[in-house]
């Protein structure tokens, strides 16, 4: 952990919480394949793992997780997702996904049994997404329900009402679905292109999800997003709430005026023109 740790603050203003994490600016910037940390026998870069699942009988691992060493919040984990080199998750097998799903259920059920945090995950897919590192790796961090909970809250609902069943259901707007996980065009996205993944069925924890269907899930995800730009992928899972999730945000365009101001997303993009577009790049995959 860097010598600074984080700290969360609340806005002079607004009140709403602010990261103080001044340690991060010392993350390594796009270390070349050989001095990658993330790469097989480099582990020692590294601090020691938490986790991780192995596929083959010498113990050889396919996903790791990882103390990060800049943290964002008191926890902040990475799940190194293959042991290849590769800079994007477009390029994930189905086996690496599941080994990732598995972590990541894995951490879940472990930082969502403290009651006093709530748990984020995301993926930073490029360097405009924010990626330091070129090796494909998710990122997972837990912070305190008063402080930060508003930030990711999802609205108590029940399945006759909830927006990502209707939303995963509107045949306009379905891209794919497999091994129980539906994906479509997001019908209100943050930005231009978003996209909307999760279980076909109301599911309001991930705690509780079959890592196939999550694994589905993200592997229809990444691989439908648009070519032409980095993304990030944000998981939302709060327990007893909501409907679990994955939101992909194409990094196209930027936050002006109106979008920091009020607070709000804007899109540029017909959400059918966007489905259009994913069911291509998919067939494709």
Do not use: K
């Amino acid at each position: 952990m860097g010598t600074d740790a984080p700290r969360i603050v609340p806005d002079v203003v607004s009140g709403e919480p602010r990261v103080l994490a001044t340690a991060r600016r010392a993350r390594p910037h796009r270390p070349a394949a050989g001095g990658c940390p993330f790469c097989p026998g480099n582990e020692e870069a590294t601090p020691p793992e938490v986790s991780r699942v192995a596929r083959s009988a010498d113990g050889r691992w396919t996903a790791r997780c990882i103390p990060n060493l800049y943290p964002l919040l008191p926890t902040h984990e990475l799940v190194v997702m293959t042991p290849r080199h590769v800079e994007s998750a477009r390029d994930l097998s189905d086996d690496e996904w599941l080994a990732t799903a598995q972590l990541l259920v894995e951490r879940y059920r472990e930082h969502e049994d403290h009651p006093d945090h709530v748990v984020s995950a995301f993926i930073n897919d490029g360097e405009r997404a924010g990626a330091s590192i070129p090796h494909a790796h998710l990122q997972l961090v837990a912070g305190p329900v008063t402080e930060l909970a508003s930030r990711w809250m999802l609205h108590a609902v029940d399945p006759g009402s909830c927006g990502v069943c209707h939303s995963l259901a509107a045949n306009d707007l379905r891209i794919a679905e497999r091994s129980g996980a539906v994906l479509c065009a997001h019908p209100t996205p943050i930005g231009n292109g978003g996209l909307l993944a999760g279980p076909a069925a109301h599911d309001s924890s991930l705690t509780r999800a079959d890592p196939e269907v999550l694994a589905a899930a993200l592997g229809m995800a990444c691989r439908a997003a648009p070519t032409d730009v980095d993304f990030n992928v944000l998981l939302r899972s709060r327990p007893d709430l909501g409907h679990w999730h994955l939101e992909v945000v194409p990094r196209r365009g930027y936050q002006a005026g109106a979008e920091l101001s009020l607070g709000i997303g804007v899109t540029l993009t017909d959400p059918a023109e966007v489905a259009a577009g994913a069911r291509e790049r998919l067939a494709h995959a």
